[in-house]
């Protein structure tokens, strides 16, 4: 089972930004599709990114389409999302998480459809 371990969430300013990471414990990201998801308290978990096996097609939230990037270095074993122009409802715990082989382009944000998940790292965006 691959371990992920998200990283670089921290407390700032509205209209700032962050760069989250998720690194594996292995070359997990060489042959599978990975998403980002967050939760903001008493809600429910939320696709916020993805992207294919190959890399070369994203997805994302309409939520923060324009403002967050995902992205990867497979040499690094570690997947990256740039948020920038952050706002107070992007608090959340954002987690990685790995895709299950087989997902459809229009299953990509189900939760349901991922099965390795990381702990979680706690971004909070102060107006």
């Known amino acids: 089972q691959v371990q992920l371990v998200e990283s670089g969430g921290q407390l700032v300013q509205a209209g700032g930004s962050l760069r989250l990471s998720c690194t594996a414990s292995d070359r997990t990201f060489n042959s599978y599709a990975m998403g980002w998801f967050r939760q903001a308290p008493g809600k429910e978990r939320e696709f916020v990114a993805a992207?294919?096996?190959?890399?070369?097609?994203?997805y994302y939230a309409d939520s923060v389409k324009g403002r967050f990037t995902i992205s990867r270095d497979n040499a690094k074993n570690t997947a990256y999302l740039q948020m920038n122009s952050l706002k107070p409802e992007d608090t959340a715990v954002y987690y990685c998480?790995?895709?299950?082989?087989?997902?459809?382009?229009?299953?990509?944000?189900?939760?349901?459809?991922?099965?390795?998940w990381g702990q979680g790292t706690r971004v909070t965006v102060s107006s």
């Open positions: 998480a790995r895709q299950r082989v087989g997902t459809i382009t229009s299953s990509v944000r189900d939760p349901r459809r991922y099965d390795s």
């Open positions: 992207f294919s096996r190959s890399g070369g097609n994203t």
